[in-house]
């Protein structure tokens, strides 16, 4: 049973800093990539940053320039490293992962990120 457990989310003031990690558990034949989505109340989920083949990166918009993404594929670790935070950054955020031998996407249970004025 692959399980992704998630830190590091919480509560800080805009501009300030924060750390999210996550690790994939459990029978691992293939890490296909990893990443952080997240969901703002009201809105749908939606893409923050992945890490793909090769440590390929992709990024939304929003956060390019603030947000960096990480990997230790190693280890089925990803990071994310999100400073200059703004209001608009506050949600849950999700580690998502594609492991496995045909890359099944995995949840994990989400972690809340809230930015203050």
């Known amino acids: 049973q692959v399980q992704l457990v998630e830190s590091g989310g919480g509560s800080v003031q805009a501009g300030g800093s924060l750390k999210l990690s996550c690790t994939a558990s459990?029978?691992?034949?293939?890490?296909?990539?990893m990443g952080w989505f997240r969901q703002a109340p009201g809105k749908e989920r939606e893409l923050v940053a992945f890490i793909g083949d090769y440590m390929k990166t992709n990024y939304s918009d929003s956060v390019k320039g603030r947000f960096t993404i990480s990997a230790d594929n190693g280890q089925n670790t990803v990071h994310l490293q999100m400073n200059s935070l703004e209001t608009e950054d506050t949600a849950v955020y999700y580690c998502?992962?594609?492991?496995?031998?045909?890359?099944?996407?995995?949840w994990g249970q989400g972690t809340q990120v809230t930015v203050s004025s």
């Open positions: 459990g029978r691992i034949w293939r890490n296909c990539g």
């Open positions: 998502a992962a594609n492991l496995g031998l045909d890359c099944t996407l995995y």
